[in-house]
């Protein structure tokens, strides 16, 4: 099974989603698998939480907080790169290495490397 050797945010960007509907900030999340592929993708902080709650792995809790004022100063931006690099180390080693579904789609991993359902998971 390929497995994830290393994650990081290697920058945070602001963005304007479409129709003028608003700026975010934008976080380029890199992953290293052991087969050697590196893998890209650009999330938000929202993202992020949506990715708390469906890896669901009761001895990891999501420290980041949300924030509506000043979220696009530089030093807040900082602080949160690395709380979410933090976070997301900390669930790779929590999940062993090996990618739950969730968490392949997140980091922009191509499906392939989805593990495969046990035979128990693929009985219910």
């Not at 390929?2 to 945010?9: A, G």
């Not at 592929?37 to 980041?64: G, I, N, Q, Y």
């Not at 789609?105 to 392939?112: A, D, H, Q, T």
Request: proline share 8%; glycine share 6%.
């Amino acid at each position: 099974a390929t497995t994830i050797v290393d994650v990081f945010l290697a920058e945070a960007t602001d963005a304007s989603q479409p129709q003028g509907q608003g700026r975010y900030t934008s976080y380029e999340v890199c992953t290293i698998t052991s087969d050697g592929h590196e893998c890209v993708s650009w999330r938000r902080f929202s993202e992020f939480e949506r990715l708390h709650k469906e890896l669901a792995l009761p001895d990891l809790p999501f420290t980041p907080q949300k924030q509506f004022f000043g979220r696009f100063d530089h030093d807040l931006i900082a602080r949160r790169r690395a709380e979410l690099e933090s976070y997301l180390r900390a669930a790779v080693g929590a999940v062993g290495g090996v990618p739950p579904a969730p968490m392949v789609r997140f980091l922009g991993m191509p499906e392939s490397m989805m593990p495969m359902p046990s035979v128990a998971e693929a009985s219910r």
